[in-house]
């Protein structure tokens, strides 16, 4: 199932140094049903590499994608409001800067349950989702949004372009540049797709923001890279593309959103600001990495020794989202039933599974009120304001919050 890499998935160079190491932990997202809660989990080493060549960090070892994104795909973009709003604005701003219309073609690359396309769609614009998950294309076209399921590469792109004359005047693709081990055939086929002016915009994780605000719970086996500006530049150049524009945002606890095209022109000074600083920090050397080891050692040893005396008192503690990065904080931290008494989440297809390595059930948000439980560890830090907004209830009545990343807060 796991197969280890001896060289660099973008360039190919040999040169690949250790970056950080988290152990053997369960597969992200590979929540248990209940008739599976006695079988064994599958598990696989979770480990950081960096190439010394183009600078890409990426996971020490790769899992086929089908196993690690299957057709029950528990993962719904819909779920969260701040994600809503985030996608419905940017929707707007690309409608407006690109002039799009009823003769512009608008693909997007792992369209999930179509909450980005959606948007498109309301103003006339045709569009086109791409997503292997089978529930969350189902959900999409039965929003009325043309969806295949399919995981998005250059063979796919070829046959949009050559044999059904798809061609992107735009084209997406959010927070999946990260989940592909194959990145060059998946930027190939970007290259396919894209029409002579068109653009593609992608918002991916940024690596500084990982590595300063020790971030290591976003490090899981389906995110296999780490992304930099100075390797992606590296990537598209390979594949006749040219990073155009850098804007930082704020999702996912620290993102970039990059502006892709087949020309210079409409580049800005936005994506020199980028690699002068990473630059600076000498991304393609292992000292910028000892420190993210050492920084995850520190959330453990803070997390788990407050969880220890709350619970010395008897208090009880409840975890929220049972999402990717809290399978990865809860094995690393080795976090379970000692700890937690069960978890909570907004989507609903989660609720009634358990939590992989742990075995922790996950039931709904009413939960809380109905429990009250002393405080709420919210493993979805990105979310935290958005989560105690939506949570104002259960902390007028007195309970708290554990935020562990980036330093452990405790909210009354």
Not at 85 to 114: C, K, P, T
Not at 275 to 302: F, K, M, T, W
Not at 369 to 392: G, K, R, T
Request: hydrophobic residues 45%.
């Amino acid at each position: 199932m796991f197969v280890p890499v001896s060289r660099c998935r973008s360039c190919g160079s040999d040169t690949l140094f250790s970056a950080l190491t988290l152990g053997t932990t369960p597969l992200a997202d590979g929540l248990v049903s209940s008739e599976h809660v006695d079988a064994a989990d599958p598990t696989a080493p979770l480990a950081l590499v960096t190439c010394a060549d183009c600078s890409l960090v990426q996971l020490s070892g790769t899992i086929a994608p089908d196993i690690l994104f299957p057709a029950d795909y528990p993962y719904y973009s819909s779920v969260s409001p701040r994600l809503i709003a985030h996608f419905a604005e940017s929707a707007q701003s690309l409608i407006q800067s690109r002039q799009l219309g009823v003769n512009s073609m608008v693909v997007e690359a792992a369209s999930n349950d179509g909450y980005f396309l959606k948007h498109f769609q309301a103003s006339g614009i045709p569009v086109l989702g791409i997503d292997p998950a089978r529930g969350q294309a189902e959900q999409a076209r039965a929003l009325g949004i043309p969806t295949l399921a399919s995981f998005f590469n250059a063979s796919l792109a070829a046959t949009l372009r050559h044999k059904d004359g798809v061609a992107a005047d735009l084209f997406l693709a959010n927070n999946v540049l990260a989940h592909v081990p194959d990145i060059n055939d998946f930027v190939a086929g970007i290259a396919i797709l894209l029409k002579e002016d068109g653009v593609a915009v992608i918002e991916t994780p940024y690596l500084l923001d990982l590595i300063d605000n020790a971030e290591f719970d976003t490090i899981y086996h389906q995110h296999v890279f780490y992304y930099s500006v100075t390797a992606l530049e590296r990537l598209f150049l390979r594949h006749g593309l040219v990073i155009n524009q850098v804007d930082p945002i704020g999702i996912h606890g620290g993102s970039i959103r990059i502006f892709v095209s087949k020309n210079d022109k409409m580049t800005d000074g936005s994506k020199a600001a980028f690699l002068a600083r990473e630059a600076e920090r000498r991304l393609n050397e292992p000292a910028l990495y000892s420190g993210l080891q050492a920084s995850a050692a520190r959330v453990r040893h803070d997390l788990t020794s407050l969880l220890a005396s709350l619970k010395a008192d008897g208090a009880r503690i409840v975890g929220y989202a049972a999402a990717a990065k809290a399978t990865t904080m809860m094995a690393y931290c080795e976090i379970g039933r000692d700890q937690l008494d069960y978890l909570v989440d907004l989507s609903p297809a989660k609720h009634g599974k358990f939590m992989p390595g742990s075995r922790i059930g996950v039931f709904p948000t009413e939960r809380l009120l109905e429990d009250q439980p002393d405080y709420l560890l919210i493993l979805a830090w990105n979310f935290a304001e958005e989560i105690m907004h939506q949570q104002s209830e259960y902390r007028r009545r007195g309970g708290k919050f554990i935020i562990p990343v980036p330093e452990l807060r405790v909210i009354n």
